[in-house]
């Protein structure tokens, strides 16, 4: 039987109230993700999108943990990218994604290098969350133009960052980027130009 949906509140709710060793292993959000699905309607005033890049959107923050939802149109993809040793959760509660995780044969950040192979691929909905293998974080995340229908994931980020690695598999480099939120609590934000 699926776990009752509840208001994005609600979520948030139990993502404060967690202790800090919950955000130092990942059993324990990931747990409360998936007994707590967000009812769609409740993320209204955070959703927006761009018909050329997936937004991301802030919806909570503090100093252990912050929660964005990220706003796919079919078609849209991240960089594969690692989330600075932090860790990292993802639910979807509207449409589906999937989501290619890649092992790291060799990486030289300060030389801009590195060689990386496909290993799992898992999809994502309503009723799968995930969490991101600490010890293996290195993935990108897409909405298949085919599937045709927009998607939103929440991700769980602890604790937060603003930067991470991006990898290019075919020419075998990568390197790091700044992160920015395209609103805050729902409000756009000035990004910067």
């Given amino acids: 039987m699926a776990p009752k949906a509840v208001a994005i509140e609600e979520l948030v709710a139990g993502l404060r109230g967690m202790p800090e060793q919950a955000f130092r292993e990942t059993e324990a959000v990931r747990r409360l993700l998936a007994g707590s699905p967000v009812e769609p309607e409740t993320l209204a005033r955070y959703l927006t999108w761009d018909g050329q890049h997936y937004t991301r959107n802030l919806i909570d923050k503090n100093r252990l943990y912050e929660l964005i939802a990220i706003c796919w149109e079919p078609g849209q993809s991240s960089s594969v990218h ?70 939103v994931s929440l991700h769980v980020y602890s604790f937060p960052f603003n930067t991470c690695v991006v990898y290019s598999p075919e020419k075998k480099t990568c390197g790091v980027i700044e992160l920015h939120y395209n609103t805050e609590y729902g409000v756009k934000s000035n990004l910067p130009a």
């Fill in 82 to 151: 690692n989330h600075q040793d932090q860790n990292c959760w993802m639910a979807v509660p509207i449409g589906r994604l999937r989501v290619q995780n890649y092992r790291v044969l060799h990486e030289d950040v300060g030389a801009g290098t590195c060689e990386l192979e496909e290993s799992d691929r898992l999809e994502l909905d309503r009723l799968h969350p995930c969490a991101v293998d600490p010890k293996a974080p290195v993935h990108d995340v897409s909405n298949p133009g085919e599937w045709q229908e927009r998607a």
